[in-house]
């Protein structure tokens, strides 16, 4: 069965750092490319925010994060971290582990992903 599961979300203050964590379940590394979309509060738009090819491992990126946010994984352990430093007020949404064959930035159509968990970074 193919999952995703989020966790390590929550209230930090601006400036702040917080790391994601996503249980990944029945999916192949090198068949998904596996990342994270986000969504804000309020809005139907979500967001892509960062994932790691399944075609080569290389990590990409959002502009909006980029040099602040750092994705990884662990194969071993079948997870997926984001971490986040320097949070800011406009980084407040919930978070979603995401997963698709094809999808790739800025898509933020991906067909599987998580719950989700949220992040609220006060000013």
């Known amino acids: 069965e193919k999952q995703l599961v989020e966790s390590g979300g929550g209230l930090v203050q601006a400036g702040g750092s917080l790391r994601l964590s996503c249980t990944v379940s029945?999916?192949?590394?090198?068949?998904?490319?596996i990342g994270w979309i986000r969504q804000a509060p309020g809005q139907k738009k979500r967001e892509g925010v960062s994932?790691?090819?399944?075609?080569?491992?290389?990590?990409y990126y959002a502009k909006s994060v980029k040099g602040r946010f750092t994705i990884s994984s662990d194969k071993s352990k079948n997870m997926l971290y984001l971490q986040m430093n320097d949070l800011k007020p406009e980084d407040t949404a919930v978070y979603f582990c995401?997963?698709?064959?094809?999808?790739?930035?800025?898509?933020?159509?991906?067909?599987?992903r998580g719950q989700g968990t949220q992040v609220t970074v006060s000013s």
């Open positions: 995401a997963a698709d064959l094809l999808a790739t930035l800025p898509s933020v159509h991906w067909d599987y």
């Open positions: 029945g999916f192949s590394w090198s068949d998904y490319n």
């Open positions: 994932f790691i090819a399944s075609s080569d491992g290389t990590a």
